[in-house]
């Protein structure tokens, strides 16, 4: 079974803050977010950058690994860190 990461809220602070800054804009930066943003549900049980970091890989419930790119999450700064900062702040709420 794979263990889900579960970033933590000054980890999704700082990292809204590099997507809103445009720091190091890339596709690394991108799987980033994803990973931040990710949340588990009936298809989709856990995700983790590939060896390379560059792209994603989830798991189904079951146990399959699919790989995907990430989105272009910093196409759109202002958007993505907004939602990074909704994300800490529902993690500063569990």
Request: net charge negative.
């Amino acid at each position: 079974m794979t263990q889900e990461y579960q970033p933590m809220k000054e980890e999704l602070l700082q990292l809204a803050e590099r997507v809103e800054r445009g720091e190091d804009i890339s596709n690394s930066l991108d799987i980033e977010v994803e990973i931040a943003l990710f949340e588990p549900d009936n298809d989709w049980s856990a995700i983790r950058p590939n060896a390379a970091g560059t792209k994603v890989i989830c798991t189904t419930p079951d146990g399959t690994e699919k790989t995907f790119w990430a989105v272009d999450w910093t196409m759109d700064r202002r958007a993505t860190a907004a939602a990074l900062r909704a994300r800490a702040a529902k993690e500063q709420s569990k």
